[in-house]
């Protein structure tokens, strides 16, 4: 065989390898993460929202008759998007949990997150506390302990807001994440989420590793 040949292979295969560990990593581990199914198969529902569903751009959602009820469901990406009623400022908060167990690789670092919009006619305040808006996983919640107002009002796309953090699996080889989500005070708020994930992170050695060795055959090439 050729060099010039041989190094034709190797830039095929690592070009064919940096395409899977992107993938591989680029992954979501989560199903029906932006219920593109149309429902909540593939999760487990929970929580104590007064409504609760799935439905496309436009459905009206029926609920607390209240300024803060929305008049249409706001979707992210895709066709669908989840959504709920929910209040914080009294005893019981309501919210609703969203639950998914998946397998992971034992000592791999994680970005776990979702989109969550306002479909209300008004702005409104949120925690990020065990016992109103937190991600789990395991059992720990991630999400920085803020009290504030919520940046989000609006019905388009660009309107959703992102919660998210990271995850460090240790010793773990599954995970059980759950996505505790609530808004508003004392009314009734109506709140869209979508496009969930929880995906793999690569080490910035393996992605410098696979860069130099693509720059290596690369040259390689240029010189024969």
């Known amino acids: 065989m050729s060099r010039l040949r041989a190094v034709k292979l190797m830039l095929v295969a690592a070009i064919i390898f940096s395409v899977f560990i992107t993938h591989a990593f680029a992954s979501n581990l989560l199903l029906n993460p932006g219920f593109e199914k149309g429902s909540f198969a593939d999760w487990t529902v929970g929580g104590n929202s007064i409504n609760t569903g799935v439905d496309g751009d436009g459905v009206v959602i029926a609920g607390d008759e209240d300024p803060f009820t929305p008049s249409h469901v706001n979707v992210r990406s895709g066709r669908y998007a989840g959504y709920c009623v929910?209040?914080?400022g009294y005893d019981p908060v309501e919210r609703i949990l969203l639950e998914q167990t998946?397998?992971?690789?034992?000592?791999?670092?994680?970005s776990v997150g979702f989109w969550l919009g306002n479909d209300s006619q008004n702005g409104?305040?949120?925690r990020l506390d065990d016992t109103h808006m937190q991600i789990f996983v395991n059992g720990v919640g991630l999400?920085?302990?803020i009290h504030g107002s919520f940046p989000v009002l609006g019905s388009t796309p660009a309107d959703f807001f992102e919660f998210s953090s990271e995850w460090e699996s240790?010793?773990?080889t599954s995970a059980t994440v759950v996505f505790a989500i609530n808004g508003s005070g004392t009314s009734r708020a109506g709140l869209p989420f979508d496009d969930f994930y929880l995906s793999a992170v690569p080490e910035p050695g393996t992605i410098t590793l696979l860069?130099?060795?693509?720059l290596s055959l690369l040259c390689?090439?240029?010189?024969?």
């Open 143 to 145: 999400l920085n302990l």
């Open 220 to 224: 390689l090439r240029r010189r024969r």
């Open 124 to 126: 409104f305040g949120y």
């Open 86 to 88: 929910v209040q914080n």
């Open 170 to 172: 240790g010793s773990a």
């Open 102 to 110: 998946v397998s992971v690789v034992a000592n791999t670092k994680y």
């Open 211 to 214: 860069v130099c060795g693509l």
